[in-house]
């Protein structure tokens, strides 16, 4: 994992802008801290921070490497690319040779072999650049399901990218601005991102599974990837010896690295079921975490976490034989948090989801440079309420706003009447639900199924991979979702959603897939989610923070939202305060006033 940028301009020379690029450059220093490069030529300057974890000594960047023609083409490379052994040896049967074992090479050689198309041929988390001097050509390419992030704008004659925000606002030439539109995305759908829209104006995200060919001529993106629909006439049995052999692949891929490996460990199926599957592959010491938080004042009044993590986390770790570690988080840590997960993500965020998740980062990178999670097992396996409850699933819109009120509800009315909610959000899902593959025939049960699948697997599980990437790289550490494997997703998009829920049990699949791994009671436990602070005091202190904002006249939060709305929601109605995400935890819609507030303070509206 890694932190990547550069700017390439066609009418100016850029070999005297070495400062510029390292400023974008160093802006990323948290996500790679163990060294920097910076490669220039005459209208092409790259940037790249290392965090080194396959071919220590071997891997620097950005590396160059002499075409057929003999000009050089060069890339500048986040992430893992875990079938790099298989492509090296490919590649050498193409007559190329190596001088490294790292994944970068293989990646760069793939390109002077096979050019942009190399990208039907990865398996991986990557986002990278690729600059080709004979072509004078940029290459933007971002992973199948956007596990690493990779944004770009247009500036001037040229383009300026890189792995956050932070990086291309460094540029002397891009200001931090947005746009009502860019408001719409925070506060109308903050919890169905629609890719591509990177908030500030004038700034792109490329799209998962999409790569940008951008030259003189102008900028093109095009999708390489996406899901197909394909019958499935396989029964139980078949089909969950299918996941376990393809997860069984999956994870020993993605336990290979040059540095220590540890796993993120919940006590809940998924982590339970990657842990127990990278315990068989690894070799040596393995070491699972968890997060604890402060808890509420009354046992079990937590609707969301039915049950405590811990108990379940140290009985696996115990089948495991595993060292097990927990990172625990105080209330006055999630109330300095705040402003640390605004500046990680350079856009406001999910309050103490983020401070804990970062806390538990922290404690994780004490011992490892790697760890591996569950994120994606619930959006492909169907392990939430709006993949099951049919309130959810005939929504007229996002399954998961069902009876959700949005942060829009707070806006000021002349505000609202420019975004005009209803329209955008409407606009949204009809975008989604356009791109949805069907098979020709189906029953309109069977298509809702696969709309439900690919609105989560493009517009929520997005979210959740953006948490992790900027949470993890805040302290330089490198985390692997092998539930996020596109081959996983291709399959399980087409697996009825009655063989997911098989005996009325939600992921029934990757249950009885790991069954023969874990101890019953992990098997079937119910499903608990992530926790969020139910901490009293921790609420009243973020809830006395908004109060103190309402009453300062020159907070920049109210020349967008209404001062009165939200004084009498913070006050008198605290459990329908609106938030970025579904759970109904009034501390995330209470932080997530504060991050907001913070965030205007430093950027510029434009309407």
Known sequence: MCGITGWVDWTRDLRRERAVVSDMTRTQTPRGPDAEGVWL???????????????????????????????????????????????????????????????????????????????????????????????????????????????YAALGEGIVFGSEPKALLAHPEMAAEVDLEGIAELMVVPRAKTPGHAVYRGMREVKPGCLVVADASGCRERRYWQVRAEPHSKDFRTTTAEIRSLLTDIVKRQVVADVPVGTLLSGGIDSSAITALAAREFQGELTSYSVGVPTPAKAGSDAWRPSPDEPY?????????????????????????????????????????????????RTVRENCTVALSGESADEVFGGYTWQMDERFIQHSSFPWMYSRRQPEFLLREEIRREIRPEEYEAERYREALSEVPHLDGEDPGRRRQREVFYLGLTRWLGALLDRKDRMSMAVGLEVRVPFADHRLAEYLFNVPADLKAHGGTEKALLRQACADLLPEEIVKRPKSAYPASQDPEYLATVRNLVIDMVGDPDAPLFDLMDRERVRTAVTSDLDALPGPITARTPAIGLSYLLELNRWLSRVRVVT
């Open 313 to 361: 986390a140290k009985l696996v770790a115990e089948r495991l034989g595993l060292k097990h570690s927990v990172a625990e988080v105080s209330t006055g840590s999630l109330v300095e948090g705040i402003e640390r997960g605004l500046q990680a993500r350079d856009l406001p965020g999910w309050g103490d989801l983020d401070t804990s998740i970062y806390h538990l980062f």
């Open 41 to 151: 030529s005459r209208h092409a300057a790259f940037g790249h921070r290392r965090l080194a974890v396959i071919d220590i000594e071997g891997g620097r960047q950005p590396m160059a490497r002499n075409g057929r023609h003999g000009e050089p083409v060069v890339i500048t490379f986040s992430g893992e690319i875990y079938n790099f052994q298989e492509l090296r040896t490919e590649l050498r049967g193409a007559g190329w040779s190596f001088t490294t074992r790292s994944d970068t090479e293989v990646l760069l050689t793939a390109y002077l072999e096979w050019g942009p198309d190399l990208v039907t041929r990865l398996n991986g988390m990557y986002s990278f650049a690729i600059w080709d001097e004979r072509r004078q050509q940029l290459l933007l390419v971002r992973d199948r399901l956007g596990i690493k992030p990779l944004y």
